[in-house]
T-cell receptor, first 114, second 113 residues
Framework: NAGVTQTPKFQVLKTGQSMTLQCAQD?????MSWYRQDPGMGLRLIHY???????DQGEVPNGYNVSRSTTEDFPLRLLSAAPSQTSVYFC?????????????FGQGTRLTVV | GESVGLHLPTLSVQEGDNSIINCAYS??????FIWYKQESGKGPQFIID?????DKRQGQRVTVLLNKTVKHLSLQIAATQPGDSAVYFC????????????FGGGTRVLVKP
């Protein structure tokens, strides 16, 4: 049972490049979300989705796009990478209407923008 | 904006002693308050949560206390072990609209042998 799988684990980008961070879950969870974690800080919500075809902005959405064409996948796209987007990115999934123990996080993607 | 914050950034504790990690929150509308453990290079790992209509919940070696009067959350770890060394985050979650989590800044727990 894979849970939430993120790829790649590490990535270095040049300023201005674009890329897609992949997130897949095999638990049939309706809710998926992307967070970023800067050094010494808690996670901050970038975008989230309550189901296929539905996405919405979180706390720090600028510079990122998402789409949710299937229940399983929720890719995060960086349109034009900036050094301020250097961070660790976590994807999470959960079913609706249940507590914290049903929310699962991926292992993270460490992104460096130079 | 609404936020969840922590009082102590680093906590050193002797192996076998009890640990207490504190957290203040601001959003009274949250349905769940959650504690996560994060080890280096890994994603947050669920420890325990508490529903907003409760004031105490116990798990295996952990207890979460919720004081809604002063908007305070705490995590107690009994008989702290070396494997408990990690960063601990509190988070709050409304059940509506995506289970969006709002995290605090984290407390690092260092267990001394």
């Amino acid at each position: 049972n894979a849970g939430v799988t993120q790829t790649p684990k590490f990535q270095v980008l040049k300023t201005g490049q674009s890329m897609t961070l992949q997130c897949a879950q095999d638990m049939n969870h309706e809710y998926m979300s992307w967070y970023r974690q800067d050094p010494g800080m808690g996670l901050r919500l970038i975008h989230y989705s309550v189901g296929a075809g539905i996405t919405d902005q979180g706390e720090v959405p600028n510079g990122y796009n998402v789409s949710r064409s299937t229940t399983e996948d929720f890719p995060l796209r960086l349109l034009s990478a900036a050094p301020s987007q250097t961070s660790v990115y976590f994807c999470a999934s959960s079913p609706p209407g249940q507590g914290g123990e049903t929310a699962f996080f991926g292992q993270g993607t460490r992104l460096t923008v130079v | 904006g609404e936020s969840v914050g922590l009082h102590l950034p680093t906590l050193s504790v002797q192996e076998g002693d009890n640990s207490i990690i504190n957290c203040a929150y601001s959003n009274s509308a949250s349905d769940y308050f959650i504690w996560y453990k994060q080890e280096s290079g890994k994603g947050p790992q669920f420890i325990i949560d508490i529903r907003s209509n409760m004031d105490k919940r116990q798990g295996q070696r952990v207890t979460v206390l919720l004081n809604k009067t002063v908007k305070h959350l705490s995590l107690q770890i009994a008989a702290t072990q070396p494997g408990d060394s990690a960063v601990y985050f509190c988070a709050e979650m409304p059940l509506a609209a995506g289970n969006k989590l709002t995290f605090g800044g984290g407390t690092r727990v260092l267990v001394k042998p």
